[in-house]
């Protein structure tokens, strides 16, 4: 057998055990979580949204990738003009839709509880986006990412809850190095 097709066959092979999109995902979501400054924050996680929204379209968690697409736009969206004193005149109006959006699509998706967490952590992460401090932002993805959690390990993903957990991790690591254990306490 030629080099070459055995290398191909090698990869074919491991396709099916490695999701590709839930690996850089993962990695995506730690970094995100401990990133300085709230443009960064968002940034990563709108990168890390659409990894996973991939990642949940190949698993078939419907609810989960229609989420994560709804993440990506909302991640953007903050990080270009959520953080200006002064928002722009459709920003509100955005997010306002993008709720009634998670409503919708979490009832046309739903399958049990999967959805109804993704739908949660889905409101939490809008939630986070909105908020001009990195703090106050840490704190609502904190409530996301334990919804998301309940998500992924109802649909079987454990690269979506490793990812949660180390998530988790650097939002506790970052809140930890604010100087606030008050906030922690309070999560």
Same mark, same amino acid.
């Given at each position: ?25 993962l990695?995506?979501g730690f ?8 443009r ?19 698993l ?5 990738? /229609?989420?994560? !697409?709804?993440?990506?736009?909302? $991640? #953007?969206? &903050?990080?270009? *003009?959520?953080?200006q004193?002064?928002?722009? +005149? ?11 959006l998670?409503l ?11 959805s109804a ?6 409101l ?19 409530? /996301?990412?334990? !919804?998301?959690?309940?998500?992924? $390990? #109802?649909? &079987?993903?454990? *690269? ?6 180390? +998530? ?12 606030r ?6 999560a």
């Amino acid at each position: 057998m030629n080099p070459f097709l055995s290398l191909f066959s090698l990869f074919d092979s491991l396709i099916d055990h490695v999701d590709v999109f839930a690996a850089t995902g993962l990695i995506l979501g730690f970094i995100s979580g401990a990133m300085p400054d709230r443009r960064s924050i968002l940034l990563g996680s709108a990168a890390c949204s659409a990894c996973f929204g991939l990642h949940f379209l190949h698993l078939g968690a419907l609810t989960g990738a /229609a989420m994560s !697409a709804l993440s990506v736009a909302q $991640s #953007l969206a &903050a990080a270009a *003009f959520g953080g200006q004193e002064r928002r722009p +005149t459709w920003f509100m109006p955005f997010f306002a839709a993008s709720a009634s959006l998670v409503l919708g699509l979490t009832a046309a998706t739903w399958a049990g509880w999967p959805s109804a967490c993704a739908g949660i952590g889905a409101l939490f992460a809008l939630r986070a986006r909105l908020q001009r401090d990195e703090r106050t932002m840490r704190l609502h993805f904190l409530g /996301a990412s334990l !919804a998301w959690a309940g998500h992924n $390990s #109802l649909v &079987a993903s454990p *690269f979506a809850l490793t990812c949660d957990c180390l +998530t988790l991790t650097g939002l506790v690591i970052a809140l930890a190095r604010s100087g606030r254990p008050r906030a922690l306490i309070a999560a």
